[in-house]
């Protein structure tokens, strides 16, 4: 009667040493280390992985952990997509595996015959997500940037994902020609005036798909990091009560849009999206813990992926 179970353990086992292989890039010692088995049993388990066809060049087989902890999240916070990716034993703030994760998800929206208009954000993980696409046709499709392209100093977002997935797919791209943060809401208020940009909001405003990444707002924010906020602007959102942050938009610990700070300069697409569109945040590591609970709270993302470690510490929040 015991068999399934130890079945299922010894397929997770050799998954987890196909992931760290073939996904991670560890060598086998590596991987006997991480498992605290031998050598010759990481070389086992490796082999088993690419007998059972549970990899190809992406990880097929669904490790039972991460399903279990998908569907806790998908019931607890009525979520319409949720994938939970393994988590590195050495390097718990990886984001190697959600993006990996977001691939298989944006690359199955792409091959579709149905058009769809997918949304974008910009981030780290978004960036890995694209650069881990194989060139597609997919002219069907439209892809829109949902939020500005353009850095504080004048230059291009170095995390603009949008861009390279138009390149890659041959879709028909809009990007947001606008800076991220203007230098005031009545110069915002101007600029979102003009009628291309009013036409690239209202498209982006009707995407069937949106890829999001979710930002802590601390010392470490990515828009501090990055230089779109400075310290005082960050500090003023912490004192607004801020949470967390997606595309730009900070939001409080019961994932409620704040009204003042850089929210007032803001050019993003209004969040959350309107409609029955599918808003999937991609975040993972301890940093995203308290943004991610704020925005599932609010409902400001319908699908989450992320990882082992920050699925746990979420349901444990």
């Known amino acids: 009667m015991a068999k399934p179970d130890n079945d299922t353990a010894r397929l997770d086992a050799a998954a987890r040493a ?10 086998q010692d590596e991987i006997a280390h991480k498992l605290k088995v031998s050598r010759a049993t990481a070389q086992r ?27 806790q999240l998908q ?32 690359e ?24 881990r696409l194989p060139a597609i046709q997919a002219p069907q499709h439209q892809l829109v940037s949902l939020v500005g392209n353009i850095s504080p100093d004048g230059s291009a977002s170095p995390f603009d994902a949008s861009a390279k997935l138009a390149d890659l797919t041959g879709a028909q791209y809009y990007p947001m020609p606008l800076p991220a943060l203007l230098s005031s809401p009545k110069e915002r208020r101007n600029l979102l005036q003009i009628h291309a940009v009013q036409r690239i909001r209202a498209i982006a405003e009707a995407t069937t798909l949106r ?22 602007e960050l500090l003023e959102l912490i004192r607004l009560g801020a949470a967390g942050e997606i595309i730009g938009w900070a939001f409080d610990h019961d994932g409620r849009v704040i009204e003042g700070g850089s ?55």
């Open 108 to 131: 199955t929206t792409l091959r579709s015959e149905t058009p769809s208009i997918i949304g974008l954000g910009t981030g780290r993980a978004l960036h890995a997500t694209v650069d």
């Open 211 to 232: 890829l999001v990444g979710v930002g802590q707002l601390d010392q470490t924010a990515p828009l501090h990091v990055d230089r779109f906020l400075n310290r005082v």
């Open 18 to 27: 196909g992931w760290l292989y073939y996904v991670v890039g560890n060598t």
């Open 45 to 71: 388990l490796v082999s088993l992985c690419l007998s059972q066809r549970l990899i190809t060049f992406r990880l097929e087989h669904p490790i039972a952990a991460c399903m279990d902890l998908a569907a």
């Open 263 to 317: 929210n007032s300069r803001l050019t993003s697409v209004p969040h959350p999206a309107p409609g029955g569109g599918l808003t999937v945040g991609v975040a993972a590591g301890s940093s995203k813990v308290t943004p991610v609970q704020a925005a599932l709270k609010g409902g400001l993302i319908t699908g989450l992926i992320t990882d082992e470690s920050t699925a746990k510490a979420i349901l444990a929040g």
């Open 75 to 106: 019931d607890r916070f009525a979520l319409r997509f949720c994938e939970v990716a393994p988590t590195d034993p050495s390097d718990v703030g990886s984001i190697i595996g959600i993006a990996e994760r977001a691939a298989v998800l944006l």
